[in-house]
């Protein structure tokens, strides 16, 4: 959102307000009263600082009114909050029986005092001079300046790995123009700034210091008022070099000309990983710390950052990390993203980005196959076979595995991208049901990127990245790679009772696995073996480097993954392509 009015300063004070679990405080021109309207909104929220010395008297004021209000209504409303903290400073005086002069409250509408019958619609518009006066201070009417409605800082800062605002939320602010400074100081009185930017990486100087983070929000017009925040927790100690960093050397700088770097990632989600029984059960060897979200998301950020990618799948997304942390931080970064939440409750999903230096998006849709397979018309031969079974049936059409595509176009070159992005169906004995995902979804993407290709002038490539639950032996990888699946594939009948018969699969696109099958993927105390890929069109691109996985013995030192140096129980795949 944009503002059109712009506004000098004179003096400042700084408000503290509660928000969430952090305080923040305002930095108020002492001559200005803030007022946002929000679209049709038919509310409006006003906040000045009042200052009177005399009456000792240092108070932000804040109200919420009805733009169909009378003036007589809100100044009435001003004037008695505005009294009742004036006689609270003063109980004393009260007591020996001074009687109150009331508080004078007046409205100006381009240099002439407003009728008290005027509705407050008529009166905060831009484009006008408005000026509200309380007793004898003026305060200009700024509307719709930049303003921060929320900031927060994490409750867990690790040295050595990116912090950010874990809550920011501003009005009629470019999101590209606000300026923010970090702070610190081990007994919070004696600040020393230390950062500037969205993001900032405490070093190990700063452990057991507390930031502070000021943010000056503006858009290409003006400045609204600052607002700082303090973290409840000081620097902690990381844990040390992460595996991930390793890897890092081998992406330290972007890819360049026809060649473009893919990241594939299960970052595994805070809905499975915040439980008893994953803490009792699944992950005992990992320390409870490292299990929590507030934890693992610093690592998972540092290492996507660090692969300095141009284009990022992940799945396992929880829906907040990807509103506050993903998609925030990754912008800042020249990222723009896209989320696709699991169908029914279910409150994780796909997310996907791309560098909008170097590629344009042109378009996003999205398959819930629980809710196409059975009325879609591209998927009637599988239904046809599916529905023969009612078990099957019910069982695949509960399954909330999702297909999230993109369609992007290189800014360097006529070329153009579908990316696809998949999370398949996890369970032991459902090798079918992956497989009957697995043909659907390339089924579709067949016909997607077919209608594409008679759209655009230019050359379609398609890159399918996901987790698909299933190794290299089964039918998902061989209707991938050889283009075809025979009737009699063993994954038909995984589950004796909800077996499918008469299926065959194929599908035309040469594809490959651009990391290979490398031993594992998923590392677990009870599982591994390989379940992530990188698919690309070989017709159209080729491998110009894999990036190595984590050695075994790194893997293994705190026994599996998760742990405190290995944020999920997925290795990142990384590979650089390049256009033929």
């Known amino acids: 959102m944009k503002c059109y009015l712009n506004f000098g300063g004179l003096l400042s004070n700084l408000v503290p307000l509660v928000c969430s679990r952090s305080v923040y405080k305002y930095t108020f021109k002492m001559d200005k009263a803030y007022l946002r309207r929000l679209g049709d909104d038919e509310q409006f929220q006003i906040s000045f600082q009042y200052v009177n010395e005399e009456q000792k008297v240092n108070r932000q004021f804040n109200f919420n009114r009805k733009l169909a209000e009378t003036a007589e209504s809100f100044l009435s409303r001003i004037s008695t909050n505005v009294e009742k903290v004036i006689k609270k400073k003063n109980k004393r005086k009260a007591n020996e029986g001074e009687n109150s002069s009331g508080v004078t409250t007046l409205l100006y509408l381009d240099n002439e005092e407003v009728p008290r019958e005027t509705t407050c619609d008529k009166i905060f518009q831009t484009g006008h001079s408005v000026v509200l006066k309380v007793l004898d201070r003026e305060y200009n009417v700024v509307i719709n300046s930049p303003w921060v409605d929320a900031i927060a800082l994490p409750v867990s800062i690790l040295a050595n790995f990116p912090v950010y605002p874990a809550k920011f939320e501003a009005v009629f602010t470019d999101k590209d123009l606000p300026v923010f400074t970090w702070s610190k100081s081990r007994e919070k009185n004696d600040w020393t700034t230390v950062g500037s930017g969205y993001i900032f990486t405490p070093s190990n100087e700063d452990i057991g210091c507390y930031l502070k983070l000021r943010c000056l929000p503006r858009n290409h017009l003006s400045e609204g008022p600052a607002v700082e925040t303090v973290s409840e927790s000081p620097v902690e100690a990381g844990p040390g070099q992460c595996p991930f960093e390793i890897r890092h050397q081998f992406t ?23 439980s008893d029984y994953t803490r009792e059960v699944l992950h005992p060897y990992c320390p409870a710390y490292a299990l929590k979200i507030d934890y693992r998301k610093q690592l998972i950020l540092k290492e996507v950052i660090g ?12 829906r907040k990390v990807y509103s506050h942390d993903l998609a925030p931080t990754l912008a800042h970064l020249g990222y723009d993203g896209d989320f696709t939440m699991k169908g029914g409750d279910v409150a994780e999903g796909l997310a996907f980005f791309f560098d909008r230096t170097r590629f344009r998006r042109l378009q996003s849709d999205c398959v819930i196959f629980s809710e196409r397979l059975n009325v879609d018309p591209q998927f009637s031969d599988i239904w046809e076979k599916i529905s023969a079974n009612a078990k099957l049936a019910e069982r695949i059409l509960g399954r909330k595995t999702t297909l999230q595509v993109n369609v992007v176009e290189s800014l360097e070159h006529d070329e153009a991208l579908v990316v696809a992005n998949t999370h398949f169906y996890f369970h032991p004995d459902a090798d079918h049901i992956r497989l009957l995902h697995g043909g659907a979804a390339i089924t579709y993407l067949e016909n997607f990127v077919g209608e594409l290709r008679k759209k655009i002038g230019k050359r379609v490539s398609l890159v399918f990245c996901g987790d698909f639950n299933s190794v290299p032996e089964c039918g998902v990888y061989k209707l991938y790679t050889t283009g075809q699946v025979p009737k009699d594939c063993v994954d038909y009948s995984s589950n004796a009772e909800e077996a499918v018969r008469d299926v065959e699969f194929r599908q035309g696109f040469r594809l490959a696995s651009a990391c290979g099958t490398p031993a594992y993927t998923n590392y677990t105390v009870g ?9 690309y069109e070989t017709s159209n691109l080729e491998v110009t480097q894999a990036v190595p996985l984590p050695s075994h013995e790194e893997v293994t030192r705190h026994t599996a993954l998760p742990s405190v140096v290995f944020p999920s129980d997925h290795i990142a795949l990384i590979s650089d392509l390049k256009w033929l």
Request: with cysteine; hydrophobic share 40%.
């Open 527 to 535: 599982f591994a073996d390989c379940l992530d890929y990188i698919y």
């Open 307 to 318: 692969y300095n990618a141009d284009l990022i799948c992940l799945q396992e997304v929880d």
């Open 252 to 274: 330290q700088k972007k890819a360049e000309g026809k060649e473009f770097r893919v990241v594939t990632y299960n970052i595994l989600a805070d809905l499975y990983c915040d």
